[in-house]
């Protein structure tokens, strides 16, 4: 978490939009919008310019979309957090936008509440909002990622990984907190962590949702 306020880019080509969010995020004491941008390319532009936190990205925008544009920023910043704004909770889009290294999706008729919890969670690095929605998500449109890879080219992806480490991956795609796995697996919550960034580091992933993407990919878990 960031040791001031979380400092927010929001990325619209609807006015209306961005200041509404705008107006709910700077009403909260540990949130600061520092920028906007009305195109995917301009969002690209004003990250290197501002250094945002997150960024609250719509995936349909003029001159660069928002999955190009979310693959730029995570390519070329490394530390800006996207969170995908759609206006379906099963948009096609948003799964695509997950693959390019978004940190999460939020629905734009969410409450005040949700969006600043939403923003508060993926600037810790958390990366898992509504689990049981981003679950449902990212089964559906795993079914999108083509037929399975080789059992050699699998193995390959995630060998490196010890057989605990495995089994929090899986957890992990299964949208279970650190809590849950602590308790499902009968050891200690900071174990958990470490087992968590340790395959996030083995696999090079940024987050816990890159980790389920990659694990429904790898066919680890089932879609269903």
């Given amino acids: 978490m960031p040791a001031g306020p979380i400092r927010v880019l929001i990325a619209d080509d609807q006015m209306m939009v961005r200041e509404g969010f705008s107006v709910l995020l700077n009403a909260m004491a ?3 919008v520092v920028g906007e941008a009305v195109n995917g390319r301009e969002a690209v532009r004003r990250v290197r310019e501002l250094a945002p936190d997150v960024v609250l990205m719509d995936i349909r925008m003029p001159e660069l979309n928002g999955i190009e544009a979310t693959r730029e920023i995570v390519a070329a910043d490394g530390t800006a957090k996207v969170l995908v704004l759609t206006t379906f909770d099963l948009d096609e889009y ?13 629905l734009k008729d969410a ?7 939403g923003v508060r969670v993926v600037a810790a690095g958390e990366a898992l909002l509504a689990p049981s929605v981003t679950r449902r998500l990212i089964t559906e449109f795993s079914r999108m990622s083509g037929p399975p890879r080789p059992a050699g080219g699998v193995q390959a992806a995630y060998g490196d990984l010890t057989e605990r480490e495995t089994e929090v991956l ?6 279970l907190s650190n809590a849950e796995m602590a308790e499902r697996l009968v050891v200690a919550e900071s174990t958990i962590k ?16 890159q980790a389920a993407v990659f694990a429904y990919e790898a066919r680890l878990v089932t879609p269903g």
Wanted: net charge positive; proline share 0%; glycine share 8%.
């Fill in 30 to 32: 540990d949130i600061e």
């Fill in 94 to 106: 948003v799964y695509q936008a997950l693959r390019a290294g978004a940190s999460g999706f939020l």
């Fill in 111 to 117: 409450s005040a509440r949700q969006l600043a919890d």
């Fill in 170 to 175: 899986v957890l992990i795609a299964q949208g």
């Fill in 194 to 209: 470490t087992h968590v960034s340790r395959v996030l580091v083995k696999l090079g992933l940024r987050d816990r949702t």
